[in-house]
């Protein structure tokens, strides 16, 4: 219930941002010319007005990007390292967009190092200004000013918690103007805080007093009976919260969105931030392209060696179960003997792994190129393909085979709630040495725990895990 900033306020913002914009493009053209030559006495200076087109083109581009992602909204409550991340997204975007753009239209004349120095320094520029905005906010507040009067209808272990946390937290902005009681309710409560009526008497209350913003903890069969009280409050422009809590889970976030301009209260145990989805879409794509394309030559280099050592397919294709059970052909480098999936059911007893996978370490199927491909997790490259197509993701739960599905229990299957991906907590953390039990754990303290960082994260610890084939068969 943070207090969203006037529609004036984010137009007053989003131009200074534009100034900071030129300022940016205009000290990488001084920095360019200026002091990279001196560190690098070879460099020749750039002609300004060969890059001004650029400008134009990233004002409207920059915007849009910070109006999706969110960087116009509240930043009151957000630290540091998320206000870098905030801003670190949309900026990193528009960067490949601008670059790729630069690369279709003058990809010859243009310097690169005046590029990174654009793009670092308008980042830079824009966190030291939401810095700067969130610091004087929060000082300004508490000293006083620029507060919201906050009156909580309902008297309960849970609005009092609301009301403490509030008035701990005075950078938010909030002050506790009283309590009304509820429905049948005694009009006491402790804490020194004021009781200014019932809810019955909501309309006379906001008529004396100075109220902002209203929050209504009710129990939640008392709701239904709030619509006048809604309506007279609404009528006067006041700002009205619900407490959502209500639906409790183990595991889900609770959050509202609108279907139809019907507000729907939604439970989720995964992430719901489309700005974050959509950017770790962008990332995979763009990784995956770029992997597939510098590592074609080992990849044919691999096809000729699977032709040589054994008969059969160069590409092994098996029916995975995906996101929330759509089923997809993951691609994987033939490992083994061709008619492999039918020697299975005479090695199933010395399956190695608990639960319903299949694994053995000294597997007789796999053959001598096959051995070195799994060592190195080459067998796994042609998943990048699945990764531009979107069946799968860079990092997420490994999609197991639909039999597989099938022997989960119930808990097991929440590991299908997120998109599978070539690496997870499960790859870094020892793969086939991990037990199956473990292994789901992992895949579930993924998916609660989800963000780009942690994203980043395992696919740094990936790379040392892959070098030194820890639990690879």
């Not at 990488?28 to 400008?55: C, G």
């Not at 601008?98 to 690369?103: N, P, R």
């Not at 310097?111 to 966190?127: D, E, M, Q, T, W």
Request: overall charge positive; aromatic content about 10%; hydrophobic content about 45%.
């Amino acid at each position: 219930m943070l207090k969203e900033r006037a529609k004036e306020l984010a137009t007053v913002v989003a131009l200074i941002d534009a100034v900071l914009l030129g300022c940016a493009f205009f000290s990488a053209v001084l920095l360019r010319n200026h002091l990279l030559p001196v560190l690098v006495p070879d460099l020749s200076q750039i002609a300004t007005y060969r890059f001004l087109w650029l400008l134009p083109v990233s004002l409207p581009t920059f915007y849009l990007l910070f109006r999706f992602t969110g960087v116009y909204e509240s930043i009151r409550t957000k630290s540091l390292a998320e206000i870098i991340l905030l801003v670190g997204k949309p900026v990193a975007l528009g960067g490949l967009f601008l670059g790729f753009l630069i690369f279709v239209v003058q990809a010859k004349y243009f310097s690169r190092s005046f590029f990174a120095l654009y793009i670092g320094l308008f980042f830079v520029y824009v966190v030291a200004e939401k810095t700067f905005i969130r610091i004087s906010q929060r000082v300004i507040r508490r000293k006083g000013f620029n507060y919201r009067n906050v009156l909580l209808v309902g008297i309960n272990d849970e609005s009092v918690r609301i009301a403490e946390t509030l008035a701990a937290q005075r950078e938010y902005g909030f002050r506790i103007a009283g309590f009304a009681s509820g429905f049948g309710q005694e009009p006491t409560v402790g804490h020194d805080y004021k009781v200014l009526g019932s809810v019955e008497e909501l309309e006379t209350i906001v008529d004396r007093h100075i109220i902002d913003e209203i929050v209504f903890a009710l129990p939640l069969e008392d709701l239904p009976k709030c619509e006048r009280q809604l309506l007279k409050c609404e009528e006067v422009g006041l700002k009205i919260h619900i407490r959502a809590d209500f639906a409790h889970s183990i595991f889900a976030r609770t959050y509202l969105s609108r279907v139809a301009n019907i507000p729907i209260l939604t439970l989720s145990t995964i992430p719901h931030s489309a700005g974050d989805i959509v950017f770790k879409r962008l990332i995979d794509v763009f990784i995956s392209a770029s992997l597939l394309f510098l590592l074609s030559p080992l990849m044919i280099l691999a096809s000729i060696l699977i032709i040589l050592d054994s008969r059969g397919p160069v590409l092994f294709r098996q029916t995975r179960s995906g996101l929330n059970g759509r089923r997809f052909v993951l691609l994987k480098f033939r490992s083994m003997v061709h008619d492999a999936e039918r020697q299975r059911a005479a090695l199933f007893a010395q399956n190695e792994m608990t639960g319903p996978v299949f694994k053995i370490r000294n597997d007789p199927r796999v053959t001598k190129v096959g051995r070195v491909l799994r060592r190195t997790s080459c067998d796994e490259l042609p998943q990048l393909w699945n990764v531009l197509k979107g069946d799968m993701s860079l990092v997420g739960p490994r999609p197991p085979l639909p039999s597989e599905v099938q022997k989960y229990e119930r808990w097991q299957r929440r590991r299908l709630s997120m998109k599978p991906g070539i690496t997870c907590l499960w790859q870094v953390n020892g793969r086939n040495a991990v037990g199956f039990d473990d292994w789901v754990k992992l895949d579930m303290e993924y998916i609660d725990n989800w963000s780009l960082g942690l994203d980043f994260h395992i696919l740094a610890k990936t790379i040392p895990a892959v070098l030194f084939s820890r639990g690879a068969q």
